[in-house]
C-alpha cells in the first residue's frame, strides 16, 4: 500500500497547468476551491508554515487502542516513591550538561587545577605550621551558619587536620560546580546542591571515629550514648513506619497547648473552617482582621503558645480577628483547584461581611495565603468590590522569577514527575514535601538530628514551633499542579497573565495600603524577592525586614531576645528604592515588628465600638464548635 502521509496538494500554478492540458475552455478551468497557507506561502516564494507529513496524515492511520501515557504516569509515579518526589531525569539531565560544557572548557578545568594544587599547598604548609604550633588557627574557615565543627575537640590533632580537609574539598567542589559558560544559574545551583548533599553525607562529623565529641562520649560512657541512640532510631523507626507523630509531639495538642486563643467556627465549606476569636477588650476597632494562612501547613503557626500568638496579640489590641483553617485534602480532593481554593475565600470574606457588616477588612496573608489572597486582592480591584482596608503579606511572595532555593526542586522536568506522583495517589504526602524541606537544610535537619539523637544518644527537647512543622497537609493533584505551573513556571501573576474567573487580574489595581513583612534568613520567600511586590503594586507600601527565618521570623513576640527589624514606608509618588539600598535607608530598630503592625493598621482603621456577636446568632454563620475546629485535628 503507497504511504500517503507525505503526498500534499497540487499548488495553484499546477492546477492551472493541469487543467489547460485537458481543457482549453477558460470556463472549464474555474477552481473555486480556496488556496491553502501552505500554497499562498509556495505562491510567495516562501516555505510551508508546518511540514506536510505533520499536516497530512494517512487515511488508514487508526488511533491506539491504549494509553501509553497511562504506562509513563504509573511507572513515574511509583519510582517517585523512592526518590521523594525528586525527578532522577531532570538531575540526569543538569548533570551530563554541566558535565559537557566543563569537558569544552579547557580554560575552566585549568583553573580548577590551579585550584586544588594551591589548596593542597594551603593544607600542606598549614600541617607543617601545625606541627611546630598545636595552637596554629586553620587555613579555612567554616561558613557563618555551618556549626558542625563548633565544639572545641575539633583544634586538637588530628581532628583539625581532618576537618580543614573537609572544608578545603567542599569550597573546591562549589568552584567547580559554578562559573561554567553556557551553564545557566539554575544549573549550577542543582549541581552545587547536589554535591553538597553528598559532602554533607560524608561529613567527619557524621562518624565516631573522626567527631572527637562522639568519640570522647563514647570512651566516657562506655558506649552508653551509643545504645541510647540505637533506641531513639527505633523508636522514630516505629513511629515513622506506624504514621505517628514525632516524639514530643503529644505535649503540643491544639486547643490545649497550641491554637489556645479562645474561638468559635462561625463558618465551615469543604476546604476551610473560619474562626471568629472572641473578644478581650470592651471596645474593639470598627475594621475586623481576616487571616488567610498557607495551606501546605497547619493555621496555628501564628496561633502558638499563649505567649507567642499572634493572633491573642491582635485581639489584645483590640481587634477582632478572623482566622482561615484548612482542610487536610484526601485523594477525593484531588480535582480541587485553584478557582476552587478563591472560592473558598470568596466564602469567607461573605461570612466575614454578614458578621461585621457594612465594615472593610484589613486582608493578611501569610505564605502561600498571601500569594493567595494578594491575587483576590487585584481580583476584588478589577471587579470594582471596595471591601478591604488594607492589606498585609507575611513572608509572601508574588514574583516568582527567583523564588529562593525551593527553586531547585521547581523545573519542566520536576513539575511533570511530581503530577505523576500525585496523577496516582491524588494529592502531594507529607512526607514528600518534608523531604524537600529537609534537604533544603540537610546539616541541620538531617545530620545533625543523626549525630545529636543517634550516635551521641540525646533527645533534642520539643518545642511548639517544632511540633507545629511536624503537623502537616496534603496539597490536592490539581491545585498543587496549577499552582507550580502558573505561579511558579509560568509567573503569571506577576506578568498580569493570572486569571481569575476567565479574566486577568493584575497587581497594579490594587489601591489599599499595604504592610509587608519578610525575614533575612528566609530560603522559602527570600527577602529580596518579597521585596519585588515594589515593582507590582502603586499605593503606599511599608516594607518590613525582620531578624529570622521564614517561620522564627514571623513568630516573632514582643520580649522575644535577638530580635531585631529594619522599616520603612514608600509613598505612592516616591522614587524606587533597589533592595541593595533599602536598609541604608530603612529605619533600624530593635526587639518586635509586631507593635508595627498594630500601630499601622491602628491608623488605618476608623475609630471604635462594640464588640460584634460570636457568628451570627443563628442562620449560615452560627457558632458551630468552640476553636480551633475540627479541621486542624484531620491527619
Partial sequence: MPDTRTRTRPTAKQKQASADSVSPDPQETTDDEPETPDEQAEERGELAPEPPEIVHHSPFELPDRYSTRSLDRAANAHLARFTLGVTPYGMASTFFTWGVHLMGAPGKQVQLA?????????FGVYMTQLARDPNTPGCI????????????GWQRWPYNLIHQSFLLTQQWWYNAACDIDGVTKHDEHVVSFVTRQMLDMVSPSNFIATNPEI????????GGNLVRGMQNFLEDWERAVSGKPSVGTEDFVPGRDVAATPGKVVFRNHLLELIQYAPQTDKVKAEPILIVPAWIMKYYILDLSPHNSLVKYLVEQGYTVFMVSWRNPTAEDRDMGMAEYFDAIEEAFGAVGAIVPKQKVHAMGYCLGGTLIAAKAAQMARDGQDRLASLTLLATQVDFSEPGELQLFISESEVTFLENMMWDQGYLDTKQMAGAFQLLRSADLIWSRYTHDYLMGERQDMFDLMA?????????????????????LGNELAQGQYQIG???VTLDAIEVPLFCVSTTSDHIAPWHSVYKLHLLTEPSLTFVLTSGGHNAGIVSEPGHKGRTFHIHTTGKDDSYIPPETWETVATPREGSWWPALVDWLNERSSGKTAPPKMGTGKGKYRPLEDAPGTYVFQK
Avoid at 114 to 122: G, Q, T, V
Fill in 114 to 122: 590551579e585550584k586544588a594544587a594551591r589548596k593542597a599547598m594551603r
Fill in 141 to 152: 574557615e567554616p561558613l557563618p551558619h555551618d556549626h558542625r565543627f563548633d565544639h572545641e
Fill in 215 to 222: 568519640t570522647q562520649a563514647t570512651l566516657d560512657e562506655g
Fill in 468 to 488: 507545629w512543622n511536624d503537623d502537616a497537609t496534603r496539597l490536592p493533584y490539581r491545585m498543587h499542579s496549577e499552582y507550580l505551573r502558573k505561579l511558579y
Fill in 502 to 504: 476567565d479574566k486577568p
